[in-house]
C-alpha cells in the first residue's frame, strides 16, 4: 500500500506571498492531519480533517486553512506568509478520526525569505 | 494528557536489542501508550501502541508493566536505520471530538553503534 504523499516536498517563498501544500492518505484513509514542525516549538497540531469536514483545529491564525476532497486528499493554504512560517509542514492520515496511530508523509520544507 | 519522562539519549549495538523505557506515572485508565520515532529529515513513523498487554508487530514489542505507570519499547535486532529519536506518548485513543494533535516531548535519541 502507497504511503502518504506530500507535494511539493520543497518551497521557498517571499513574505507576504500565500502558499498551498497538498497531502494524499493512505488509501482507505478518511482523516488527514497537518502539523507544523520547528527546531524550536516542536511538533504543532494545526487541524483534523475527516469526510471533509474540519473535526478540530489547534492554536494557529487564520492565516492557515485547510480543505478535504471527496477522495479524502487535503490541502492546506498559509496566506501572507511571514519568516516565522518557515517550516517543515507534515501531513498525516489515519483511518478513523480522533485516532492517534496516524501515518505521517515526508513533509514540505518551506522557507520564507 | 499523562506526562511522559525519557531519558534522552541511549546507545545500543548494531544486532542486539533496544530496549526504550518510558515514564508515564500519571496515565490514567483510558490512556493508551503510543511510540514513534523520527529519523533525521524525515517524517515521524507510528511504531507500535498498546493499553495494558503487551503488543507485538512486525517492528517492535512494547511491554506496559501491570501498574501502566511504565513501558519499554523493544527493537529486537536494531540495525543502523533505527537510529532515530523515538518519542512515547500517551493519549485517550479515539475520543470522538476530532483529534487535538499529536505532541512529542524530547524523546530519547536511539543511536546504534556497528
Known amino acids: 500500500k502507497a504511503g502518504v504523499t506530500q507535494t511539493p516536498r520543497y518551497l521557498i517563498k517571499t513574505r507576504g506571498q500565500q502558499v498551498t501544500l497538498s497531502c494524499s492518505p493512505i488509501?482507505?484513509?478518511?482523516?488527514v492531519s497537518w502539523y507544523q514542525q520547528t527546531p524550536g516549538q516542536g511538533l504543532q497540531f494545526l487541524f483534523e480533517?475527516?469526510?471533509?469536514?474540519?473535526?478540530n483545529k489547534g492554536n494557529f491564525p487564520g492565516r492557515f486553512s485547510g480543505r478535504q476532497f471527496s477522495n479524502s486528499r487535503s490541502e492546506m493554504n498559509v496566506s501572507t506568509l511571514e519568516l516565522g512560517d518557515s517550516a517543515l509542514y507534515l501531513c498525516?492520515?489515519?483511518?478513523?478520526?480522533?485516532?492517534?496511530?496516524?501515518?505521517f508523509g515526508p513533509g514540505t520544507r518551506l522557507t520564507v525569505t | 494528557d499523562a506526562k511522559t519522562t525519557q531519558p534522552p539519549s541511549m546507545d545500543c549495538a548494531e544486532g542486539r536489542a533496544a530496549n526504550l523505557p518510558c515514564n508515564h506515572s500519571?496515565?490514567?485508565?483510558?490512556?493508551?501508550v503510543y511510540w514513534y520515532r523520527q529519523i533525521h529529515s524525515q517524517g515521524p513513523q507510528y511504531i507500535i501502541h498498546?493499553?495494558?498487554n503487551n503488543e507485538t508487530n512486525e517492528m517492535a514489542s512494547l511491554i506496559i508493566t501491570e501498574d501502566r505507570k511504565s513501558s519499554t519499547l523493544i527493537l529486537p535486532h536494531a540495525t543502523l536505520r533505527d537510529t532515530a529519536v523515538y518519542y512515547c506518548?500517551?493519549?485517550?485513543?479515539?475520543?470522538?471530538?476530532?483529534?487535538?494533535?499529536?505532541?512529542f516531548g524530547k524523546g530519547t535519541h536511539l543511536i546504534i553503534q556497528p
Open positions: 500519571t496515565i490514567s485508565g483510558n490512556e493508551y
Open positions: 480533517y475527516f469526510s471533509e469536514t474540519q473535526r
Open positions: 498498546g493499553l495494558k
Open positions: 498525516a492520515s489515519s483511518f478513523r478520526t480522533s485516532s492517534y496511530e496516524q501515518y
Open positions: 488509501s482507505g484513509h478518511r482523516s
Open positions: 506518548i500517551v493519549r485517550v485513543a479515539n475520543s470522538g471530538g476530532g483529534a487535538d494533535g499529536l505532541t
